[in-house]
């Protein structure tokens, strides 16, 4: 197939699973279904939420190399059965247990979309259209999430169906996926354990001795030892650049932020509202991706030295996410939270879209996946250790409100840190 035409039905493809796959209107009040279900707030914060962030943890450290190692297709399969299990479980009168099952799978389910997005990168091989089809899938998701709030609170406002459809529908979007995806074009060979021979004879020159690949070999443990030392190459080819490693850090500790903030919201929301007016989530998370979409779109479009002053952009960005955390932390009014809310994610989006262009400039684009991927494991990672010590209550459980607070005063350090590192650059 013509380069140009098969990068373009691959993503199509590829669009429809993203966009599909976020239709998941149960999400936005997801809270309040699981209150409806007689559980606490404490239970939702401590025994069941938790149990998410664990198992998202768990099946980070090795699902990127299970996708690279089965060519992706049957992960991406495997994540649309997790979503339908993920909602399937809550069907009835859900026990504990069977709700924490239903995190398991959630794990899983989020833990598995680098299995789509990086499939893209196996199945196009001309690096040209990197950028265009990451764009693609981005904006899809955001669209489908979109139409996922919509859905929501249409059918909440509107009273036309019963609160039940948002978990059918949520069902039937997962199934959907799951049969979207058995028509995805297989995948021939992977970034590291299947490489394209083509590809391969081509850079062996430009490849480092120990990462030349003996593509007639049947022996599994050269296979594995080749894989390991391109691992390596692709990390230190990364992280010897501290340009990129300042980058890292800022997106692993935001990252880490915005998980917090998006996971306890609306237990905050349900915990100001008391039942006293209609939630409005559905809505909310709507304008909430259409603005961080809309700002993302357009800090795509400056032409801007961001390596140059990149610092106190964001020490004042980063500052700002911390200022509207702990506006947020302080405030009683559900419309005022939900005003915050939207401004705070639009200014993560905007911040998070640099911070994601200017390290993949930085790196190979074959280890796009690898070191993001990393990256997202360390957040989980600090996330599960937070969760341990301060939610489920190791050393105390903070509770919602000073979670929130936790998280401003770590943008707030995070501020200061790249206030100081500007103020050596310009010294010097």
Same mark, same amino acid.
């Given at each position: ?138 904006? !899809? ?6 139409? !996922? ?40 060979? !992977? ?238």
């Amino acid at each position: 197939m013509d380069t140009s035409k098969n990068w373009k039905t691959v993503s199509l493809l590829v669009c429809v699973f993203a966009m599909v796959r976020e239709i998941r209107p149960i999400e936005p009040f997801f809270t309040s279904f699981l209150r409806s279900m007689n559980f606490t707030l404490d239970q939702i914060n401590e025994e069941i939420y938790a149990v998410g962030t664990y198992s998202c943890l768990v099946l980070a450290v090795v699902i990127f190399l299970i996708t690279d190692y089965f060519r992706y297709k049957p992960l991406i399969i495997a994540d649309g059965i997790a979503g339908i299990l993920t909602y399937a479980l809550l069907l009835g009168t859900p026990s504990l247990y069977r709700v924490q099952m239903e995190q398991v799978f959630f794990g899983f389910f989020y833990s598995s979309e680098v299995a789509f997005t990086t499939y893209l990168y196996a199945k196009v091989d001309d690096k040209q259209y990197y950028q265009k089809i990451t764009s693609l899938v981005k904006a !899809s998701m955001l669209f489908g999430r979109f139409l !996922s709030g919509f859905i929501a609170q249409t059918i909440v406002s509107t009273h036309l169906l019963n609160e039940v459809y948002l978990l059918y529908i949520s069902i039937f979007s997962t199934s959907f996926v799951t049969l979207w995806s058995l028509v995805l074009p297989k995948v021939e060979h !992977s970034l590291y354990f299947h490489r394209n021979k083509e590809l391969t004879l081509n850079n062996k020159l430009q490849q480092p001795i120990g990462v030349i690949i003996d593509d007639n070999t049947s022996n599994k443990v050269n296979k594995f030892k080749e894989v390991k030392q391109m691992l390596f190459d692709d990390f230190q080819s990364a992280y010897k650049n501290t340009y990129v490693v300042k980058k890292c850090f800022w997106w692993i500790v935001a990252v880490v932020g915005n998980i917090i903030v998006a996971t306890y919201i609306q237990v905050l929301w349900e915990d100001v509202n008391q039942n006293k007016i209609e939630l409005m989530n559905g809505a909310v998370e709507s304008i909430h991706t259409l603005c961080g979409a809309a700002g993302a779109y357009a800090v795509g479009h400056l032409s801007y030295d961001w390596k140059k002053f990149g610092d106190i952009i964001f020490t004042a960005g980063t500052f700002v996410l911390a200022l509207l955390l702990f506006i947020i932390y302080y405030c009683n009014s559900l419309w005022i939270l939900y005003v915050l809310y939207i401004s705070y994610g639009t200014c993560y989006q905007v911040l998070l879209t640099i911070t994601t262009s200017e390290v993949a400039k930085y790196i190979k684009p074959d280890s796009y996946g690898l070191i993001f991927g990393f990256n997202l494991f360390m957040s989980l990672l600090i996330i599960s250790i937070f969760t341990l010590l301060f939610i489920q209550g190791l050393v105390v459980v903070i509770g919602t409100k000073n979670q929130i607070l936790t998280v401003s005063l770590m943008f707030t350090s995070m501020s200061a840190l790249f206030c100081v590192l500007a103020v050596r650059k310009w010294k010097k």
